[in-house]
């Protein structure tokens, strides 16, 4: 009984959680007070050991319930305390605050650059027949872009009249299922042809390096109706340089060769650096952005188009190239964009 007395007056008296947890040590730990006294029960003699039990045990519990207890005030009263200093005007913790993927403004950016001319973007499969990928294109069978080395090929889902499933090596597979879409449409409505199409999509080849990634993104343009020239295709371009890159920006055409454009050019816009005169950095004041052109008529003919009506350009720039080029940015590795490296994507 002394034990009891002893416990619960020292229980009472404890005034925070550690006191408590010594006391309960004290008391009930495995060489405490009361678990040794119940030990010893084994020596009280056999006609009282019953009573004497039933007495210890009754001790324990009290002893148990009253640290509970006690245990159970302390927490109150530091609730209550913590209560007392919380200044509800502290203004609150403000999250994270995130923004979009680099490329996913550039492409905003680009998007609406091309609306406001009259481009409505449009969304072509990333995954589709090697028809659209590349014979509709002027592409023959033996040419090296359809090389196993330079596009992934699937090996099923074969389609007898279409061919191979590809993914897209180039947006410019929108461009035949833009014209049949335009095609019909005109059927239907008896409207004259019109397209001014902007696909922006990824694409994918075997590469890898520090200007190459095996996923990347371009923004293809098709316009297509009837008198559509060169001088077109040079407006829309010099219209883009200097809304995305600056109006110090020009451009220039050079003649290239692409399986599904004829003439075909590849376009340079000035260096940012040296707007035009030449530094190290770029070829004599220039940077290549890619390529462009007038509709080949054969590709014009696979869309269903009447080519002694219509004609049209064609251009296909990649985004992640164009933002590299953009002033003030400058990507050592463009794999870093893909990296999930957050201390790189949240400098900009
Ligand atoms: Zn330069």
Same mark, same amino acid.
């Given at each position: ?112 650059? =091309?609306? &406001?001319?009259? $481009?409505?973007?449009? *969304?072509?499969?990333? /995954? ?5 990928? %590349? @014979? ?103 219209? =883009?340089? &200097?809304?995305? $890159?600056?109006?110090? *920006?020009?451009?220039? /055409? ?5 399986? %599904? @454009? ?87």
């Amino acid at each position: 009984m002394q034990i009891k007395n002893d416990a619960l007056s020292l229980i009472l008296d404890a005034s925070d959680k550690k006191t408590l947890e010594e006391i309960k040590l004290q008391f009930l730990g495995r060489s405490g007070k009361l678990t040794l006294a119940l030990k010893d029960i084994t020596k009280v003699p056999l006609d009282r050991r019953a009573e004497v039990g039933k007495l210890a045990n009754e001790v324990k519990e009290s002893v148990e319930e009253a640290i509970d207890r006690q245990e159970g005030m302390l927490q109150h009263k530091t609730m209550q305390t913590k209560r007392q200093t919380l200044d509800v005007t502290n203004p609150g913790i403000t999250p994270p605050h995130g923004h979009l993927h680099l490329i996913t403004q550039a492409i905003q950016e680009i998007t609406s650059i =091309f609306e &406001k001319i009259g $481009f409505t973007r449009v *969304r072509y499969p990333e /995954i589709d027949w090697d028809y659209y990928a %590349f @014979t509709a294109l002027n592409f023959p069978a033996n040419h090296p872009a359809r090389d196993d080395w330079e596009t992934f090929f699937t090996k099923e889902d074969t389609d007898s009249e279409k061919g191979q499933i590809v993914l897209t090596p180039h947006t410019s597979n929108g461009q035949v299922r833009e014209m049949e879409r335009a095609v019909a449409d005109s059927k239907k409505t008896g409207q004259p042809v019109s397209i001014r199409m902007l696909n922006i999509a990824k694409c994918y080849r075997r590469q890898s390096d520090v200007s190459h990634t095996q996923m990347f993104h371009q923004f293809e343009g098709l316009v297509v109706g009837e008198n559509i020239s060169i001088v077109h295709l040079k407006g829309v371009l010099d219209y =883009f340089v &200097k809304s995305y $890159f600056g109006e110090n *920006r020009t451009s220039r /055409i050079r003649p290239y060769h692409f399986q %599904f @454009t004829e003439p075909s050019f590849e376009i340079d816009v000035t260096c940012g650096v040296c707007l035009g005169k030449g530094c190290k950095l770029c070829k004599a004041g220039w940077l290549e952005m890619g390529g462009a052109g007038m509709v080949h008529p054969n590709v014009l003919k696979y869309g269903g188009i009447d080519t002694k009506k219509y004609t049209g350009f064609a251009f296909g720039w990649g985004v992640e190239r164009v933002l590299m080029m953009k002033e003030g940015i400058e990507i050592d590795d463009l794999r870093l964009l893909y990296s999930n490296k957050l201390e790189f994507l949240e400098q900009f």
